[in-house]
């Protein structure tokens, strides 16, 4: 019998917790709305948990170790969730120790993105033994990831290793809600890209596009119609959804600089856009990457959508002991 582990990932809207197995299937899953206050989220944290082992048919006995991912900034070793943009009144709050008691398993604790890098190097984009060095950029409403060298999660000293969103593309640019100017995340993430749709649109009003009538509508703006209306050929769509792509192509090369993984893959809200996304990112890499010497490192997307989070997680449960 394979060993099993419990994955559960912390989200602004859900809870999602999985009974996973040691070689990252999915036994059983539940979901359960996040709440408010650390309190009553916890509580739901355990909720879920627990409800993922009985949707399983299994006894909490069955699962060997728990893996927490959660937005940070948070203290893997101490298993504190320090603060959280997306969860108001959260001040070091040991989600750790709350669930390794409330359940009487170990569990462990890591960032949000950190986990699903960790689940498609895994179980995902990256399951290839071949692969050793490998990178996630995920692409939502902010844009973080994670690096995996040689085989283990880079934390850095802080646990701020791979805030990807966070490096500077543009430094006379605009503030970000980090401090810095010009973050990656202003230009590529998924909100973002949607934001600067409707700022086009605003600044001409006489410009046509096939996007002014959504506005008009009411339809708030995101991605995925910016990337919609882009594909049916309209011209200021593509604007918007092409700069994203550059800015994610220049996160690319600037990674391949740093890192020359073998594969870098994209994740999150942006990357349903599937091909239309990758295949713009290819070209703008192709125009920026260095003539020097042949890069190998391969962009692909993700391929675990919202399970990456639960599943990687559970693998960081199985390998705390020699991550650590
Ligand atoms: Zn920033």
Known sequence: MEKRYIGIDLGGTNIKAGVVTETGSIVSKASVATGSGPHQVVERMIHAAQQAVAEGHLQMRDIESVGIASPGPLSSEQGIVIRSANLPGWHNVPVRDMISQALNRPAFLENDAKSAAYGEFT???GADEKITNFILITLGTGV???????????????????????????????????????????YASASRTGKYAQHLLAIAPSRSSSLRALLEAGVSIGSREVAEHAKMGDELADEVWDRACRYLALACVNAARWLDPQMLALAGGMAGAGDFLLERVKKHFATLN???????????????????????????????????
């Open 123 to 125: 179980a995902g984009a």
């Open 144 to 186: 973080g990831g994670g690096i995996i060298y040689h085989g283990r999660l880079i934390r850095g000293v802080s646990d701020s290793a791979a805030e990807i969103g966070h490096m500077i593309v543009n430094p006379d640019g605009e503030v970000c809600g980090c401090g810095q100017r010009g973050c990656l995340e202003l």
């Open 290 to 324: 260095w003539k020097m010497t042949e890069t190998k490192m391969e962009i692909v997307l993700a391929t675990l959508g919202n399970d990456a989070g639960m599943i990687g997680a559970a693998a960081l449960a199985r390998d705390a002991h020699q991550q650590r």
